[in-house]
């Protein structure tokens, strides 16, 4: 008689790049979490084409690891991640030693109710000066365009279900960026989201993010997926603009240098109409998509059961 096999309940993804000094350490270290909260669990590692032995340490340590043939992205080893995980809840996590393992049991008691868990570094978190206020920038953009507040939008530390994730799988793009894509997404189809207090420390190795390059294309980004999620947010202000330099500068011509209205006011007010509708029809089809990619769950919130 063949042998019934138990699917896990939690499933750990964790990306890694050029991670072998480190990596060993934290799947050692999340076994022994993961055996005390006493649920059934995988740790899977993508080794995005790493150069050292990343692959070789993480199976020593215990982990599932599957390899890209060579360096695609962060997100693309997500991604990868989530195609192969058979556990029902989906934790997280980067490979370079700043996570810590310890903070997964509260991760899990939040997934009771919440969709997605956010780990939200805390002032007390290892992160330099630039970054800290880089990333105060995007959560400001991100809770204007999400009409909610976002307390960390690029945390890479999140617990979610794994059926939700994946049917937005095809959303998130290749790079460092596939935080923000999945948080948007989750907001915009109207599933919970809460942020919980974590501590970060230094990472080991070098950073594999350059800070100006990528900020630009990270900043970049946002605009591209805010115009996915919710396009009014962009083009209403557009148009607000354009449509009031439009009426100062033909106000300005008729009472201040005794002109005609001008075909350059008239252009600009037209184009902010046109911008505008563009926006509305954006907003239902940004709708439309995410009411026809609605599923029944298929399965209650965790317990421990």
């Known amino acids: ?83 192969h995980v058979q556990g029902k809840y989906l934790i997280l996590m980067d490979g370079d030693g700043q996570h810590d393992p310890a903070d997964i049991p509260r991760f899990l008691e939040y997934l009771k109710k919440y969709d997605m868990v956010v780990g939200a570094r805390s002032t007390n978190s290892h992160r330099s000066t630039h970054r800290a206020f880089a990333n105060s920038i995007f959560n400001t953009l991100a809770s204007y365009i999400c009409n909610r507040r976002i307390k960390d939008l690029t945390s890479g530390y999140r617990a979610m279900r794994t059926s939700i994730a994946r049917r937005f799988l095809y959303l998130l793009p290749n790079t460092f960026s596939y935080p923000t894509t999945i948080t948007l997404a989750f907001v915009r189809a109207g599933h919970s989201i809460i942020y919980i207090p974590i501590d970060t420390t230094k990472r080991i190795g070098e950073s594999k993010i350059r800070i100006i390059a990528d900020g630009f294309r990270f900043l970049g980004i946002i605009v591209k997926i805010a115009t996915l999620f919710s396009p009014l947010k962009i083009f209403l202000p557009v148009s607000a603009v354009m449509f009031m330099l439009g009426l100062t500068y033909g106000l300005v011509r008729i009472f201040a240098m005794d002109g005609r209205y001008g075909p350059t006011s008239a252009m600009l007010m037209t184009m902010a109409v046109v911008v505008f509708m563009v926006g509305l029809v954006s907003e239902q089809v940004a709708q439309l998509r995410f009411d026809r990619s609605e599923t029944i769950p298929d399965e209650l919130p965790f317990s421990d059961n």
């Open 1 to 83: 008689m063949q042998k019934e096999t138990t699917l896990p309940d939690i499933s750990i993804v964790i990306p890694a790049y050029n991670e072998g000094q480190i990596i060993g350490r934290i799947i050692r270290r999340l076994r022994e979490v993961l055996s005390e909260t006493g649920c059934n669990h995988e740790i899977i590692v993508v080794d995005d084409g790493s150069l050292d032995n990343t692959a070789e340490q993480a199976k020593y340590a215990g982990a599932q690891v599957y390899s890209h043939p060579y360096n695609i992205g962060n997100g693309a080893a997500v991604k990868s991640g989530i195609r």
